[in-house]
Nanobody, 122 residues
Framework: QVQLVESGGGLVQAGGSLRLSCVAS????????MGWYRQAPGKQRELVAR???????VYADSLKGRFTISRDNAKNTVYLQMNSLKPEDTAVYYC????????????????WGQGTQVTVSS
């Protein structure tokens, strides 16, 4: 079993910054792409950014320049640095991986964390 646990959310004023972390736990051998998604009230979940094992990144066009995704493969952790936050960034932020392999040769696909709330006040 592989679990993702997010942390770092909270309440911040517009223009402020937050850094989210997501740690994958389990008898992990490797993790493929890791990403951050968000879902605002009444809206569909959307991609924020994702990063491959080798560090190739993809961002939502609207967030380029303000958000930065990074990962530490040795720690099975992905980060999201969010700067110049706006009220419209308010959402639950979810961590995801498309594929994780564990000891014993097990494969787990499309794993989601429980989410962390980010609220940006104006």
């Amino acid at each position: 079993q592989v679990q993702l646990v997010e942390s770092g959310g909270g309440l911040v004023q517009a223009g402020g910054s937050l850094r989210l972390s997501c740690v994958a736990s389990g008898r992990i051998v490797s993790i493929n792409v890791m990403g951050w998604y968000r879902q605002a009230p009444g809206k569909q979940r959307e991609l924020v950014a994702r990063i491959s094992t080798g560090g190739i990144t993809v961002y939502a066009d609207s967030l380029k320049g303000r958000f930065t995704i990074s990962r530490d493969n040795a720690k099975n952790t992905v980060y999201l640095q969010m700067n110049s936050l706006k009220p419209e960034d308010t959402a639950v932020y979810y961590c995801n991986t498309d594929l994780a392999r564990t000891v014993g040769g097990y494969r787990y696909s499309d794993i989601w964390g429980q989410g962390t709330q980010v609220t940006v006040s104006s």
